[in-house]
């Protein structure tokens, strides 16, 4: 009689600890209207460009939307996006620190060939903050010569992609994001939860890549976020096209707010750098974001 009573009993409190987690479970999980929504904000921050949106709940590592026009392919090489992988290899290394500077001219001969900066007449001395923040190719070509594909593999591993080897080399073309290797939104935005889940606030590698990533939207390459409507950390990116070098694609990669993040996400736009088209997506979808959130 008593054992009866105990299974019960158990059952009962099998069958509540069930109904409790999946109502935890259902709350998690943004309703049908709310992931609709989203998807259309990405879709209306888009506009007549072709590109993808990706977001992602740092809380839960869930894809809330994931919003794609005609024309998209899967995949494209990360640009200048991919220095913040390169950052965190030097810094897991050893080989830099924060304060570490390098100096930038414009130009610098590697292989029997000169690569040129953005910046006319170079950026000058820079620590990684700003180097980060103003996305300078000099100076990540230096610091890649402490680096080899070996240490850029790992570092893209520790954050859950399986870049082949062969594919990032030479390892000063792929410290910039160059060198052939291809990643989509949806990794890149899973990339930047992860990093924002690591940001404990002292100098880890994800806390100095977090502070770098809030210049970048106050002061660097996408201050044009100043005015989204919501903080936001992140990094630009503007990979040339195989068939053209001298023509671009967009990207801006980021979580918001720009401390406590709720999202991470990644835009990608075809043709045109990220100043002209994944910045501004960017800052509309912002302005939709801020919006719906509550109490607005």
């Keep these: 009689m008593e054992a009866g009573r105990a299974h019960k009993a158990l059952f009962c409190y099998f069958r509540l600890s069930l109904s409790v987690a999946s109502t935890v479970l259902f709350a998690l999980l943004p309703s049908k209207t709310a992931a609709a929504d989203l998807t259309d904000a990405c879709l209306r921050a888009l506009g007549s460009r072709t590109g993808e ?18 024309g998209v392919r899967t995949a494209y090489a990360p640009g200048s996006t991919a220095k913040l992988i390169t950052a965190y290899a ?8 924060p304060a570490t ?40 070509y230096q610091a890649s010569e402490r680096l080899t594909c070996a240490d850029l593999q790992k570092a ?56 770098a990533m ?7 390459t996408a201050s044009a976020l100043k005015g989204a409507g919501v903080s936001c950390a ?10 053209d070098s001298q023509r671009r694609h967009g990207w801006f990669v980021g979580f918001a707010p720009a401390h406590n993040p709720q999202i991470a996400f990644a835009v990608f736009c075809l043709d045109g750098n990220a100043y002209r088209t994944a910045v501004p997506v960017t800052v509309k979808l912002l302005k939709s974001y801020a919006a719906q959130k509550p109490g607005n």
């Excluded at 030097?90 to 620190?97: D, F």
């Excluded at 500077?101 to 000058?124: D, E, L, M, Q, S």
């Excluded at 809030?214 to 660097?220: D, L, N, Q």
């Design 101 to 140: 500077r390098f100096v930038c001219r414009n130009a610098i001969r590697i292989g029997g060939r000169t690569y040129h900066c953005t910046k006319p007449g170079g950026h000058g001395a820079l620590r990684l903050e700003d180097a980060i923040a103003s996305s300078c190719n000099i100076w990540f």
């Design 90 to 97: 030097a810094l897991h290394k050893g080989v830099i620190n």
């Design 234 to 243: 992140g990094k630009t990116g503007s990979p040339s096209q195989p068939q």
């Design 53 to 70: 949106i990706c977001i992602v709940d740092v809380r839960t590592g869930r894809i809330l939307a994931d919003a794609r026009t005609d």
């Design 214 to 220: 809030r210049k970048v939207t106050t002061s660097g």
């Design 156 to 211: 893209w591993a520790a954050f859950g992609l399986a870049i082949p080897e062969k594919s990032l080399k030479p390892v000063f073309r792929a410290a910039v994001g160059e060198s052939g290797f291809t990643v989509t939104p949806a990794q890149m935005a899973l990339l930047m939860r992860n990093i924002a889940l690591q940001d404990t606030g002292s100098n880890n590698p994800c806390s100095v890549l977090c502070r």
